[in-house]
């Protein structure tokens, strides 16, 4: 039984789905581990450590495709690679069927095992798995940190013999994991945070995390079974832009975090909201990729609207390359350690399993 994973697109995708730490892991399963050239050089790891391992190195990527059982990556290979797989071959990776339907439809029809990782359900045996969330936590993070690192007031509340600067006000929408450790990683910093979300069952994680949570009746309605948020009303999106609308005046930072999956993000702030936030003021939209939370968000860029800064990148991860291919690597070895027959060296496909049955594209 053969793992294998091939270079990303680094312009895309800095993050590798095969570390030596996890490589270490495949081996001692008793599977092969096998990778090209140069696979984590781009993050300081050298092809020697790797093969201290006992992985492989391989200056032909056609040929590690070819001869692997189980391919793990980031996302979809491009198109000539992807006709480089053959019958009974696994390709795991968070696939995005929504936006690539037709490509996966393709591999599932060349009897590929196809599997995106974003589709495991919620529940205690795939926490270990879970790449939505190890992910969101960075990003949460990250956000914060680039969004200071713009903002030209000090954070913290500080108080000098010139006078007192008072405490940066941050405003989080969207209370999942990137929210949550947006709320975590601005408190830390000396900021005073508020946050809002759809989900009503939000407002106990935001308050014990030093959060002071936005209420918008009617919010408890608005969660699916899954824990995900769903769409909301127009009677509940009129009160949430009114509530906004007064909160904005006063706030110095937004985080932006929401979004419906498999839909384009929801339009949070509006026009004339983001018009009478204060000068100087930053939003930074995690949802920028799907559309945006603003009304102005464009991806890659930073938009200047009177004076307030909309920040949103296609993926924040890239800068944070090093520890998110940790996790990730772990949320992958984990998910191919419960899909693999160790006693009989095969993949098992057992769709009585929920794990597998949910994120098996059929």
Do not use: W
């Not at 490589?23 to 050298?46: D, F, M, Q, R």
């Not at 793990?72 to 339907?101: C, F, M, R, W, Y």
């Not at 007192?164 to 601005?186: D, E, S």
């Amino acid at each position: 039984m053969k793992i294998v994973s091939i270079s990303e697109n680094q312009e895309i995708e800095k993050r590798i789905a095969i570390t030596p730490e996890i490589a270490k892991k495949y081996i001692s399963l008793g599977i092969e581990v096998s990778i090209p050239e140069n696979y984590g050089s781009h993050l300081g790891i050298k092809d020697e450590e790797y093969k201290e391992l006992g992985a492989s190195i391989s200056k032909d990527e056609k040929e590690i495709i070819t001869s692997a059982d189980i391919i793990v990556q980031l996302g979809l290979l491009d198109d000539d690679k992807s006709s480089l797989l053959k019958e009974n071959q696994t390709l795991i990776g968070v696939l995005n069927p929504h936006d690539n339907k037709e490509k996966i439809n393709n591999l599932v029809k060349k009897n590929i095992n196809t599997f995106s990782l974003e589709l495991l359900p919620r529940i205690t045996r795939a926490q270990s798995m879970d790449i939505l969330s190890s992910q969101a936590n960075l990003a949460g993070y990250k956000a914060v940190v680039e969004s200071f690192a713009h903002f030209e007031k000090a954070i913290p509340m500080m108080m000098t013999a010139a006078g007192t600067i008072p405490a940066a006000k941050v405003l989080v929408v969207g209370a999942g994991v990137a929210g949550l450790q947006a709320i975590a990683t601005a408190k830390r910093m000396g900021a005073i945070v508020f946050a809002t979300d759809v989900r009503m069952a939000s407002k106990e994680q935001v308050e014990s995390l030093g959060g002071k949570f936005l209420t918008v009746e009617g919010a408890e309605n608005l969660e699916t079974e899954g824990g995900y948020a769903k769409e909301a009303s127009e009677d509940f999106k009129k009160k949430q832009e009114e509530l906004l609308s007064e909160t904005l005046k006063k706030i110095d930072i937004v985080i932006c975090t929401a979004l419906i999956p498999g839909k384009k993000a929801p339009v949070i702030l509006k026009e004339d909201m983001i018009s009478n936030m204060k000068s100087g003021s930053i939003i930074y939209d995690l949802a920028a990729i799907q559309g945006g939370n603003t009304a102005f968000t464009k991806v890659d860029e930073i938009v200047d609207r009177n004076s307030v800064k909309i920040l949103g990148e296609s993926n924040i991860l890239n800068k944070l390359p090093i520890s998110a291919s940790n996790l990730y690597a772990k949320n992958v070895f984990n998910f191919v350690s419960n899909l693999y027959d160790k006693e009989n060296n095969k993949i098992n496909i057992n769709l009585e399993d929920e794990i597998i049955e949910k994120t098996l594209i059929k």
